[in-house]
């Protein structure tokens, strides 16, 4: 009798395989004589190759070793020599319904998630919008576990102990934490307009912060053209700000310090998500899209989120949709000073425990 063996697949953004830890996490210690092996693209090895002893990673290079329909072949080949005994699809794309088409004709035990997406039409649509909560992706992932045969509840808290990731596999720019300080993560921008607080508002958050917390550090997480041109002007105008790009080489170094935050303030980005796999309160802004749509960050709560009440609200699930009134009000009409409330929340809610 074959040894079981799942294959959990999830290529994707990564925001997205970030929401499957806490469910991969919990499968592993719930049945922790079954091998898992979860394919992804190469960032996301980060994420599961430590998670538990029973948890594999493999990567898919998808543009260039696995092009096309040949290359997806060879993948299939190369993971039935893995003598899997169930197939969980995360994803539900057409690379991944190929290679779940192989294995289901193949006689393996296969599942592929449901995205709902009729309830998601009706929370985005411009008229006759209906509000209602939709179901979570780890709920959905969880789903596909359930349909394989492992129904899994999810218990997770971070992918470090208790105390946080090791401060000392980071460069000395960053340093030990000091008793007096407070650390706080900034992630501005998103991939999409909508998604996007307006830098010269998140600006006034962080002079206003640093008023308000005049010992904190605050660390300025995100890559890109647009990211390093906009920190590098704020860390020269303000001395608490550090660029988190310009001293971490990877994202294992970036999920370090962030168990050490005390709050992140982040967009619905992939930030979000990975602040919430180190256990970290995330104050998270919302604009064209909305929690509802089931991609809050994980463990963290509705009161944290920043959002304002727009009848065109949500217009977009990812946030990849046109203004529908040209002036992205839902994120200009934020003031400030609610996102530093919220900061303020997080710090007190520490400060008791």
Known sequence: MKKEHILIIRFSALG??????PVVYSLAMTYPHVRITVLSREYARAFFEDLAPN?????ADL????HGVKGLNTLYRRLTAKNFTAVADFHNVLRSDYLRMRFFIGQYNVAHIDKHRKGKKLLTTPENKQLVQQTTSFQNYTDVLAKLGYPVTINFRSIFPEEGGNLNLLPAAVGPKKSFEQWIGIAPFAAHEGKVYPPILMRRVIEKTTVKYPKARIFLFGRGKREDETFGQ????????VNVG?????????????????????????NMHLASLTG???????GATHPFAGFMGWNQKPDTAVQTDLPCRPCSIYGNRPCLRGDFACMNNIPPELIIEKIEYVMNIKKTL
């Open 234 to 241: 704020w860390c020269t105008d303000i001395k608490q700000c």
């Open 63 to 66: 543009k260039n070793e696995y």
């Open 16 to 21: 997205d395989v970030a929401m499957a830890v």
């Open 280 to 286: 970290t309160p995330v104050v998270s802004v919302w």
């Open 246 to 270: 310009a001293i971490l080489e990877n994202m294992q170094q970036e999920l370090i310090l962030m168990s050490h935050l005390d709050v992140m303030v982040s967009m619905d980005s992939a």
């Open 55 to 59: 948890v594999n990673f493999m990567e």
